[in-house]
């Protein structure tokens, strides 16, 4: 088996470079369609896959010369293919999730050989702000906010809710159809609606993975907002944190540490199955090592998939290597899907309903501030208004002198 997973020199064993398409297919026939580039770094041949302004590098690819191995850099995902041919594979994508893993038929070609959609000018320019409506399986709606920029008939932009936003999402417009997609190897999704007009879209679907799927609609609204639904408090009585975990080198740490005496702390909760996390996780990794010689420490408590602390250990490797994270990430042994993950880990807090959640702790050792949710790159003009408010918060608790 050694063999078949190295890579060969053999010239009609390598795979095509260039762009592709990769097609998750749903069960309901559905395709989410994302694109990647193939190139050749050093000898190696690594996937790039584009969402917008997002590459996401992957470089754990193998091949024979009738298979496909790739795992993907972050999450605990990956694809398994057979090569049809040069420029064809055919396989699965597999992610894991909260109670059993998902696995969806996965089929790739080179974008030489697929015809582009036959796309007809756009009825109007989406460019701008909708006060979006997803209706969920039970009836019950949600709001979220599409923040898009349309040139011609490319679409981009994201969707925000309140917990975070869908990240990347790139796609078209034609006639009175929009198409947007993204996949980062943890979530995969599509919306696709009906323009009704400058000012309403009807008809929308939003898909995600294999079976997922919600009924949209919205409406420009350049003044579009959205409640603070996963908001977290400290329980009546409490201002302090008070826990102990494992980090990844199996020694324990806790917030009562001398390290983080008389120093803002950031408490970081989220997981490495987590796209918002990781994008957070980018975020706070630039951010702690240009000011933690200011008196600033982050800790990053993580809820898994699992509690198998090895299988947890080994997903948060990958966060830390990836981010070149210096901060301490501690398993909590609690799952994202337990009910009472708050209680048994945090019980000073409410309960946790978003991940991440970012709590600010000052130099006293009290809790100053709980952010709930985090918008990442992709939400543009929300993201810089976030960085500001991070940034401002953390300059003004160290300047509040300890009492």
Avoid at 271 to 295: H, I, V
Avoid at 349 to 360: D, E, H, R, S, V
């Amino acid at each position: 088996m050694g063999l078949l997973l190295l890579q060969t020199a053999n010239a009609q064993k390598n795979l095509v470079t260039g762009a592709w398409f990769g097609n998750l297919l749903r069960e309901d026939g559905k395709q989410i369609r994302f694109h990647f580039d193939l190139k050749t770094e050093n000898q190696k041949t690594v996937m790039y896959i584009i969402n917008a302004a997002e590459k996401i590098r992957v470089d754990k690819i193998r091949y024979s010369a009738d298979s496909v191995w790739i795992d993907m850099p972050v999450f605990e995902s990956y694809f398994r293919a057979k090569r049809i041919s040069d420029q064809r594979w055919e396989g699965s994508w597999t992610s894991a999730g909260t109670a059993q893993w998902s696995v969806m038929p996965f089929v790739a070609e080179t974008q030489a050989t697929v015809s582009a959609p036959a796309l007809v000018p756009a009825v109007t320019d989406l460019t701008g702000k909708w006060a979006v409506t997803l209706t969920r399986l039970n009836g019950t709606t949600r709001p979220a906010i599409g923040d898009w920029q349309q040139k011609g008939n490319v679409l981009r932009g994201t969707v925000l809710a309140p917990s975070g936003d869908y990240r990347y999402l790139t796609g078209y417009v034609s006639g009175d159809e929009l198409q947007l997609s993204t996949f980062d190897g943890s979530h995969a999704f599509l919306f696709t609606a009906k323009i009704n007009s400058a000012n309403q879209i009807s008809d929308g679907m939003f898909y995600s993975g294999a079976t997922g799927k919600e009924p949209w609609v919205a409406e420009r609204n350049e003044n579009a907002s959205l409640p603070d639904a996963a908001a977290v408090f400290m329980k009546e009585g409490e201002d302090r944190l008070r826990f102990r975990f494992r980090g990844l080198d199996k020694k324990w740490v806790s917030i009562s540490d001398a390290r983080f005496k008389n120093k803002v702390v950031i408490i970081q909760i989220m997981g490495s199955w987590c796209p918002n996390c990781m994008d957070e996780t980018a975020f706070l990794s630039e951010y702690y090592r240009k000011n933690k010689q200011r008196g600033v420490e982050v800790i990053g408590l993580a809820y898994e998939y699992s509690t198998d602390f090895e299988r947890s250990r080994s997903s948060l490797r990958k966060f830390k290597d990836r981010f070149q994270v210096q901060y301490p990430l501690l398993i909590t042994g609690v799952t994202v899907s337990d009910t009472l993950r708050t209680e048994k880990t945090l019980p000073q807090l409410t309960p946790i309903k978003a991940f991440p959640t970012t709590i600010f702790i000052g130099k006293d050792g009290k809790v100053a501030k709980i952010k709930a949710g985090f918008k990442g790159p992709g939400a543009g003009a929300y993201h810089a208004e976030l960085k500001k408010e991070f940034a401002a918060t953390i300059d003004q608790l160290l300047k509040t002198p300890v009492k």
